[in-house]
Structure formats: C-alpha cells, structure tokens
C-alpha cells in the first residue's frame, strides 16, 4: 500500500492519494502506507491509441516477442494500448498483471491484394463486409479495423477499397454489435464515403480537407494522425518510383499533415496520439507521438496522450476507485522541458515498474 502526493493533472488540484491493497486509488487514508512520493506532478499513465502488439518488422511475431513489446511500451509510461488490428491472438496477455491493458480491434478487414500480405481478412466480395465486420465485433474488445485505401495498382495511385453503401451497412452492423470502426486511410477519396456513413474514428487522415475536418467536427469522429508513421512516407515513396503518381502523392500528403493536424484541432476535432508501433515503427515511442503533435499545434497534445485518450476509449483516470495507473513527474511535464519523458514513478494496477 503506497502513499502519492502532488499536483493532479488534469484538475491541477494538489492531492494526497493512497493505493490499496487492491492496486486502486482511493482518497482514504491508509494506516501505515508507504510514501513514494512527497511532491511532483501526477498523470494518468499515457495511452498509445494506435499500435500493434504483435507486429514486428517482418510480419507477426510470437506470443513471447508480443509480450515484450508490451513491456516496452510499459516501462515508456504507456499504460493503454489500443491495438488496432493484428492476426496474433493476444488475449493471453491481457489477463497479465505486469503488462498495459490491451483493447483489441481484432484483425484488419481488406480486399484481397489491397494491403499488407497476410495481416488483414481478405474480403472477396465487399457485400460480405457488414456479416465480417460483425465478426470481428465479436472477436474484438468493441473496437473494428477497416482498410479505407490502399494502392491500386492498376490506377497508379491510392484508392477507396469498399463502395458507399457497403459502408453504411458494415458500420451499422458494428455498432449495433456494440462495437465503434476506425480505418486505416492515407488519401482523400476513401474519406467521404467513411465519414458520413458514421466511422467513429480515422487513423492517418493525411488526406483530409477542411470540408471534411468541418464534417468530422459536426459528427464528433476523432482522428489518430500517427505522425511519426506519417514521417516514414517519403520512404514509402522513394521505394514506389515504378508507381509516380502514387510516389508524389505520398510527398504532398507528409508535406501537409502538420497543417492539416492544426486545423482539425482548431476546427473542434478529437485528435488523439498514437504511434502505429508494430512493423516499421518500434513500440514504445509515445513520446515521439505526443512532442510530434504538440509541434503541429495540438495546445494539449499530453492530455491527447492520456487523460482526454482514455475518456475517449472508457477508462478512467486518477478518480478513487480507479486501477493505480499512474506516472509522476518532477515538474508538470506539460511544459516540456525534458520531463515528458523522464518520469519519476510509473505505477501500473498498484504496482510500481519503473521508479527514477
């Protein structure tokens, strides 16, 4: 049983807080706890709200590899992760008391040769989708992955992978499965047809425009703009120069995400850190995410990586009653002066994991 005292964020309220035997919070004195910290800035552990445990560089990994990459993403701060789609069942992992909680997407749903070869469903026929996307409603933890667009080989360039309607459908048949969808997308054509039929969320969005930044504002669909991963996409396009249009397109789509995170931020959007950790990104680089937004303009970009992230994805914070997950720091890492990413305590379920 552990004693913390400082200045809670996001309320900036100075508060003594007490972890039961449980591993919860609660704001009743506890006879004879431990005190671990007398003065500092207490955060609720960081949210990864796009990543892949289970992934690796070369494809999916084992379920002990998986399990490090939990780990890593741990001893970062990273106390939630939101998987957004893998062919590794991790649900073992979940019932681990030394790892981050983990909210599964299930496995991606794509048209066959439209994304990476053997990570997604292939969906032979797109009227199947709605009866697929119900599947993996089910095999998941409330969350689906589509894949809005990919390259079209024989177009040269980005396309849509499902029509409208077949949206409309899929995305009604997950949320009365009680399941929210999110969807991979790079460019703008896909984006329409995602939108209105009421997608709760986009990863990437690089090809947004204000109409449809106005049009996310209005509905409240969020946006996870994993800028970090959008870094690698003149790499991409240095190894598509067989494909010229879809090369260009990829330099104009990085050369604009800053500005277009910006603007859904000013325009009323939720904008949300995640890294997409999994394959070409290494797990653990939330950091990165949070100093990637806070340079693009997001004016609360910490708060888009933990406490407005995990009210988003149904968690809670620092409330009583609430699992101790937790991070300190020496001073309100906020300011970003170093501190962000050298915190003094990270506390998961109770327990501390890494201590500075």
């Not at 106390?79 to 496995?107: K, N, S, Y």
């Not at 969005?205 to 106005?214: N, R, Y």
């Not at 990829?250 to 995640?274: C, F, I, T």
Request: net charge negative; proline share 7%.
């Amino acid at each position: 049983m552990y004693r913390l005292r400082g200045v809670a964020l996001p309320s900036e309220q100075s508060v003594e807080l007490w972890v039961d035997a449980a591993g919860r919070l609660t704001d009743e004195p506890i006879r004879g706890a431990e005190t671990l910290v007398d003065g500092g800035w207490i955060v609720p552990g960081l949210v990864d709200a796009h990543c892949h445990v289970g992934l690796g560089p070369d494809g999916p990994v084992s379920l002990d590899e998986a399990a490090e990459q939990a780990r890593t993403n741990r001893d970062a701060g990273t106390l939630l992760l939101r998987d957004c789609g893998c062919p590794v069942d991790t649900r073992p992992l979940q019932a681990r008391d030394d790892l981050p909680e983990i909210i599964r997407a299930g496995r991606h749903l794509a048209r066959p040769k439209r994304y990476i070869r053997g990570l997604a469903v292939d969906v032979d026929d797109p009227a199947l989708l709605p009866e697929l996307v119900a599947e993996q409603a089910a095999a998941g933890d409330g969350w689906v992955k589509l894949v809005g667009d990919w390259i079209d080989r024989g177009v040269g360039d980005l396309a849509p992978l499902w029509p409208d309607d077949v949206l409309v459908a899929a995305i009604e048949a997950a949320h009365a499965a009680g399941a929210r969808v999110t969807a991979h997308v790079f460019g703008t054509d896909a984006l329409p047809g995602l939108i209105n039929a009421g997608i709760d969320c986009i990863e990437h969005g690089t090809g947004l425009t204000d109409d449809l930044i106005a049009e996310m504002a209005h509905r409240g669909t969020a946006l996870v703009p994993t800028l970090i991963n959008v870094d690698t996409f003149g790499d991409i396009a240095a190894g598509a120069e067989r494909f010229p249009t879809y090369a260009a397109h990829m330099r104009d789509l990085l050369a604009g995400s800053r500005a277009l995170v910006r603007s859904a931020v000013e325009a009323g959007v939720p904008v949300y850190a995640g890294t997409d950790a999994g394959g070409g990104i290494a797990h653990g680089r939330i950091v990165d995410e949070i100093i990637a937004l806070r340079g693009a303009g997001h004016p609360d970009a910490l708060s888009a990586a933990s406490w407005a992230a995990r009210d988003w994805l149904g968690r809670p914070g620092l409330e009583p009653g609430a699992p101790a997950d937790l991070l300190v720091y020496r001073s309100d890492p906020r300011r970003f002066d170093g501190d962000v990413g050298r915190p003094l305590l990270i506390m998961l379920r109770g327990r501390p994991c890494v201590s500075g």
